[in-house]
């Protein structure tokens, strides 16, 4: 059974940084497009990085220049590195993997960015 497992959340200042870490089991990273969305209170879930089975990037645009997402394939991990945290960062970080199809969700991890 695929899981996907959150950790890194917390609470940071304004200009601080976090490092969010997804460990994927029964599930290999490098085989699939693995990504970060966020969910602000009230609003929808939305795409925050995106990272193909080959490496390529895509970061939605309020955080280019601040978030970089990364993968680890010898400890199937995906990170994500953000760094001058604002307080609209804030929100509940989902760690997302698609597979042949099928799309994995990890539980979220809570961040919050005070000002």
């Known amino acids: 059974q695929v899981k996907l497992v959150e950790s890194g959340g917390g609470l940071v200042q304004a200009g601080g940084s976090l490092r969010l870490s997804c460990a994927g089991s029964a599930i290999l990273f490098n085989r699939a497009v693995t990504g970060w969305y966020r969910q602000a209170m009230g609003k929808p879930r939305e795409m925050v990085a995106k990272?193909?089975?080959?490496?390529?990037?895509m970061l939605e645009d309020a955080v280019k220049g601040r978030f970089t997402i990364s993968r680890d394939d010898y400890t199937n991990t995906v990170y994500l590195q953000m760094n001058s945290l604002k307080p609209n960062d804030t929100g509940v970080y989902y760690c997302y993997a698609h597979e042949t199809g099928t799309d994995y969700w990890g539980q979220g991890t809570q961040v919050t960015v005070s000002s």
């Open positions: 990272l193909s089975k080959g490496g390529s990037v």
